[in-house]
Each structure stands twice: as structure tokens, then as C-alpha cells.
Nanobody
Framework: QVQLVELGGGLVQAGGSLRPACAAF????????MGWFRKAPGKEREFVAS????????AYADSVEGRFTISRDNAKNTMYLQMNSLKPEDTAVYYC????????????????WGQGTQVTVSS
């Protein structure tokens, strides 16, 4: 069992940056692929980014490619999402996820979810 806690959401102006983090507790963090999803009001939950257990593989949604960077520090059991050049359409609740696999292989299927952190981008 893995427990995930997101930290570091908030309110920022368009063009600004945020760096939410996800702290993992429980089983061996380094053995899990990790990811971020988001859900905006009135929209379906969508994939944002993923990272393999070693950090060697990453993937991004087209909407955030080039602006967001996912990373992880296995020694600290923590994953990060550096978000730059934020846009109002990035406003959503961001969820941290973990999969019982070294990589999600594009399937975007995850086994554990955090409670979410709100990110609001004002225009």
C-alpha cells in the first residue's frame, strides 16, 4: 500500500510558475511509476505527465509539453511537477498517482491516488 500526499498547489498569475510535490509513504517508492493527472470543473480527468521508477522515461500531455517538467527524488520519496508559463486553462485539481509497475507503458493505469491539490491560474 502506498499513500500519496500532494503539496504546493496555489494561486498564480498567468505566465507564472508553481512546483507542486507529491510525498509517498508506505511501500518502496522507487519501485513505482508515478504520474500527475488533473481535473478542471466541468471536464473529465486528464493525464498530465508520468515518470518511470528510475526517472529515465517521462511522458507529457500535448497541452503541457515544453512547459511542465516531471521529476522524482527516490531518496526523498518525493515526486515533483515544475509548471512554467502557466495559463488559465491549467486551472484544475492536480492528483498524484502511483502504479505497481516500473513504467506505465502509455496505458495510464494507476493503482494509488492522492487527495489532490488545487492550482488556480488567474488571467
Amino acid at each position: 500500500q502506498v499513500q500519496l500526499v500532494e503539496l504546493g498547489g496555489g494561486l498564480v498569475q498567468a505566465g507564472g510558475s508553481l512546483r507542486p510535490a507529491c510525498a509517498a509513504f508506505g511501500r518502496t517508492f522507487s519501485m513505482y511509476a508515478m504520474g500527475w493527472f488533473r481535473k478542471a470543473p466541468g471536464k473529465e480527468r486528464e493525464f498530465v505527465a508520468s515518470i518511470s521508477w528510475t526517472g529515465g522515461n517521462t511522458a507529457y500531455a500535448d497541452s503541457v509539453e515544453g512547459r511542465f517538467t516531471i521529476s522524482r527524488d527516490n531518496a526523498k520519496n518525493t515526486m515533483y511537477l515544475q509548471m512554467n508559463s502557466l495559463k488559465p486553462e491549467d486551472t484544475a485539481v492536480y492528483y498524484c498517482t502511483a502504479a505497481r509497475a516500473p513504467w506505465d507503458y502509455g496505458l495510464r493505469k494507476y493503482d494509488y491516488w492522492g487527495q489532490g491539490t488545487q492550482v488556480t491560474v488567474s488571467s
